[in-house]
């Protein structure tokens, strides 16, 4: 049983640049998750995608940010011109169904440094 | 507006005590859903259990149990006889009908440390 994948697991960057992540979802699931946690926080809700089509993106998610899943399966959260405020580690998560709040399963997460 | 509170930062206890972690939450939502995640140090979170806001029977896994109350807004998990495995972070989160988008608000955490 493949789980959530996530890559890079590390990524170390200086401040201006832009970088990007991936996550792999659980092969059946159709919703997929972005969350951030600081060192010592729980995790905070980013945005969310129900197959291919992004429904909801929180307030935390500045213009810097944009999020894709284009068909439906793997999805990117991009960071544009990076902030020292933008160290956490990014976490991804996939659930499967639409009502029944079915447990989110979470991948290994991205750590981003910015330097 | 939704909120859970874990007030236990850190625990330690020593092998084979039992310890009981605090979970409390606030939603105005009729129906609504409880989770707890244990993330060791490794990092990743691994799903413990669900429950919904109909169902206020306790549950027990082995090890482990949960005591959920709606009278007092309380979901807290216990481990009887803890093991050096059992030391990570553990979060309660919440999750209502809001949108229907099934995000999770998590809780800050409480670290268990088990000494041997």
């Known amino acids: 049983d493949t789980g959530v994948s996530q890559d890079p697991r590390h990524k170390i960057t200086k401040r201006g640049q832009n970088v990007t992540f991936r996550c792999d979802p659980i092969s059946e699931h159709n919703r997929l998750y972005w969350y951030r946690q600081t060192l010592g926080q729980g995790p905070e809700f980013l945005t969310y995608f129900q197959n291919e089509a992004q429904l909801e993106k929180s307030r935390l998610l500045s213009d810097r940010f944009s999020a894709e899943r284009p068909k439906g399966s793997f999805s990117t959260l991009e960071i544009q011109r990076t902030e020292q405020g933008d160290s956490a580690m990014y976490l991804c998560?996939?659930?499967?169904?639409?009502?029944?709040?079915?447990?989110?399963?979470f991948g290994d997460g991205t750590r981003l440094s910015i330097l | 507006a939704q909120k859970v509170t874990q007030a236990q930062t850190e625990i330690s206890v020593v092998e084979k005590e039992d310890v009981t972690l605090d979970c409390v939450y606030e939603?105005?939502?009729?129906?609504?859903?409880l989770f707890w995640y244990k993330q060791p140090p490794s990092g990743e979170l691994v799903f413990l259990i669900r429950r919904n806001s109909f169902d206020e029977q306790n549950e027990i896994s082995g090890r482990y149990s949960w005591n959920f109350q709606k009278s007092t807004s309380s979901f807290n998990f216990t481990i009887t006889a803890s093991q050096v495995v059992d030391s990570a972070v553990y979060f309660c989160a919440l999750s209502g009908r809001d949108g229907a988008t099934n995000k999770l608000i998590f809780g800050t955490g409480t670290l268990l440390a088990v000494q041997p």
């Open positions: 998560a996939s659930s499967l169904g639409e009502y029944s709040n079915q447990p989110q399963h």
């Open positions: 939603t105005r939502d009729t129906t609504y859903y």
